[in-house]
């Protein structure tokens, strides 16, 4: 790097311990070794040798530094961290160790929506720590297996692991009990995907009431944010802006902006559902500037479109327009098939909206099909019920009919009984 001792060490390590260390005759702590290491731009695996205590302590302190990323939603970072700690661990006299290196890095590229390499390294981890006896890797298996299981929309399937990871989180009584609400959590996720909102608030309660114990914010502001979409998608609006504007002053005190940038967007949704167009917009807009900051694209079009159904409420439609087809370009890019629906059903508003019936008509059967795939039966049914309102007022009441019928089953078959 063309540095002398003494620039290396700076004000924290003298020079004559500079000199110590490269004569062998002396060896840093693992905090002097990663401070030097990052002022000569290397990984402190890089410094290194398998088998050795420090090895050993490097990797395992890496290992805890990528699950805090992973917590944080820093997948990149995380990433990189089980990278490093498994060039260390791989091969080693630690089987269990290797093993979840090889499970943290498949948490980090399951957020990353890399979902092949993710199966890869959650196989590796569950033979490694089959090899061991080291069972209790299990739950984190689970969790990844459902992960990739939810995003690619095999929704029963995220749920089946959820549910398994979460019965051996509670047998092995795992260190990290706020993990227990996480899981819980999920499987909220997975009932609220599927359009049942009455279940999935009484999942997230249950998260609720385990991550309290544990005083963990970040993941308490997770969970009240998806408590307030459950309860908007009820309709009660007072109720999810509690939770939400909750969830916004937890992750403003956590400093965390990109989930700031999601729990605005989601008092924004809330606020055009009540009619409150102009408070919406405000909203939206602060989530996409955070996005924009962020880097997170995919939730930027989840804004994007949004802010496209906040327009057209307001008769801004060429706005809409542009807003709806730059959320597209991302959404395609991504291959964000559920996005993709959502904003087919905004464009069938916009075109209604400004007289273009028949288009109107096919991005709605467009969405309906989308949301049909997807199994997400509250949206199939607000499509239908929208595209039929359509086809009445424009004196088409026998097209119409199956459309209404269908809605009506939908919202049926989901009432509690």
């Given at each position: 790097?063309?540095?002398?001792?003494?620039?290396?060490?700076?004000?924290d390590?003298?020079?004559?311990?500079?000199?110590?260390?490269?004569?062998?005759?002396?060896?840093?702590?693992?905090?002097?070794?990663?401070?030097?290491?990052g002022?000569?731009?290397?990984p402190?695996?890089?410094f290194?040798e398998?088998?050795?205590?420090?090895?050993?302590?490097?990797?395992?302190?890496?290992?805890?530094?990528?699950w805090?990323k992973?917590?944080?939603?820093?997948?990149?970072?995380?990433?990189?961290a089980?990278?490093?700690a498994?060039?260390?661990?791989?091969?080693?006299?630690?089987?269990?160790?290797e093993?979840?290196?090889?499970?943290?890095?498949?948490?980090?590229l399951?957020g990353?929506r890399?979902h092949?390499?993710?199966?890869?390294?959650?196989?590796?981890?569950?033979?490694l720590?089959?090899?061991?006896?080291?069972?209790?890797?299990?739950?984190?298996?689970h969790?990844v297996?459902?992960?990739?299981?939810?995003?690619e929309?095999?929704l029963?399937?995220?749920?089946g692991?959820?549910?398994?990871a979460?019965?051996?989180?509670?047998e092995?009584?795992h260190?990290?009990?706020?993990?227990g609400?996480i899981?819980?959590?999920?499987?909220?996720?997975?009932?609220?995907?599927?359009?049942?909102?009455?279940?999935?608030?009484r999942?997230?309660?249950?998260?609720?009431a385990?991550?309290?114990?544990?005083?963990?914010?970040h993941?308490l502001?997770?969970?009240?944010v998806?408590?307030?979409?459950?309860?908007?998608?009820?309709?009660?609006?007072?109720?999810?802006?509690?939770?939400?504007n909750r969830?916004?002053?937890?992750?403003?005190?956590?400093?965390d902006?990109r989930?700031?940038?999601?729990?605005?967007n989601?008092?924004?949704?809330?606020?055009?559902?009540?009619?409150?167009?102009?408070?919406?917009?405000a909203?939206?807009?602060?989530?996409?500037?955070?996005?924009?900051?962020?880097?997170?694209?995919p939730?930027r079009a989840?804004s994007?479109?949004?802010?496209?159904?906040?327009?057209?409420?307001?008769?801004?439609?060429?706005?809409?327009d542009?807003?709806?087809?730059?959320?597209e370009r991302l959404?395609?890019?991504?291959?964000?098939?559920?996005e993709?629906?959502r904003?087919?059903?905004?464009?069938?508003?916009?075109?209604?909206?400004?007289?273009?019936?028949?288009?109107?008509?096919?991005?709605?059967?467009?969405a309906?099909?989308?949301?049909?795939?997807?199994?997400?039966?509250?949206?199939?049914a607000?499509?239908?019920n929208?595209?039929?309102?359509?086809?009445?007022?424009?004196?088409?009441?026998?097209?119409?009919a199956?459309?209404l019928s269908?809605?009506?089953e939908?919202?049926?078959?989901?009432s509690?009984?």
């Amino acid at each position: 790097m063309g540095l002398t001792q003494t620039q290396l060490g700076g004000t924290d390590v003298s020079k004559a311990f500079i000199s110590l260390i490269e004569k062998g005759r002396a060896k840093p702590s693992l905090d002097t070794l990663g401070l030097l290491a990052g002022r000569l731009q290397r990984p402190v695996g890089y410094f290194l040798e398998r088998g050795t205590t420090l090895g050993a302590k490097a990797v395992r302190v890496t290992v805890a530094a990528g699950w805090v990323k992973v917590k944080q939603g820093d997948y990149t970072g995380a990433a990189e961290a089980f990278n490093e700690a498994l060039a260390l661990a791989a091969g080693g006299d630690d089987p269990a160790l290797e093993a979840e290196c090889c499970i943290g890095l498949a948490t980090a590229l399951a957020g990353l929506r890399q979902h092949d390499l993710a199966r890869r390294n959650v196989e590796r981890g569950r033979d490694l720590a089959e090899t061991s006896g080291a069972s209790h890797h299990l739950v984190r298996i689970h969790h990844v297996l459902g992960m990739i299981a939810y995003q690619e929309r095999r929704l029963l399937e995220a749920r089946g692991h959820f549910a398994e990871a979460y019965r051996r989180f509670e047998e092995f009584d795992h260190p990290d009990r706020g993990f227990g609400g996480i899981l819980l959590y999920n499987i909220g996720n997975t009932h609220m995907e599927m359009g049942d909102h009455v279940e999935a608030a009484r999942w997230y309660e249950r998260a609720m009431a385990l991550l309290e114990s544990t005083g963990d914010m970040h993941r308490l502001g997770l969970v009240h944010v998806q408590l307030g979409v459950a309860e908007r998608e009820r309709g009660h609006y007072d109720a999810a802006l509690a939770h939400l504007n909750r969830a916004e002053h937890v992750f403003e005190v956590l400093e965390d902006r990109r989930l700031l940038g999601w729990a605005h967007n989601s008092i924004g949704i809330t606020l055009l559902a009540e009619g409150k167009v102009d408070d919406a917009i405000a909203h939206i807009e602060a989530s996409l500037r955070i996005k924009a900051e962020t880097g997170d694209d995919p939730g930027r079009a989840r804004s994007l479109t949004e802010l496209g159904r906040a327009m057209i409420a307001k008769g801004e439609f060429a706005s809409a327009d542009a807003l709806l087809d730059e959320a597209e370009r991302l959404t395609d890019r991504f291959k964000d098939v559920t996005e993709g629906a959502r904003i087919q059903a905004a464009r069938a508003q916009l075109r209604a909206a400004t007289g273009r019936i028949p288009e109107a008509i096919r991005c709605y059967k467009r969405a309906i099909d989308g949301f049909t795939a997807l199994g997400m039966k509250a949206d199939v049914a607000n499509a239908c019920n929208a595209l039929g309102d359509l086809l009445l007022k424009h004196g088409r009441a026998s097209q119409a009919a199956p459309y209404l019928s269908r809605a009506l089953e939908v919202l049926r078959a989901d009432s509690p009984r």
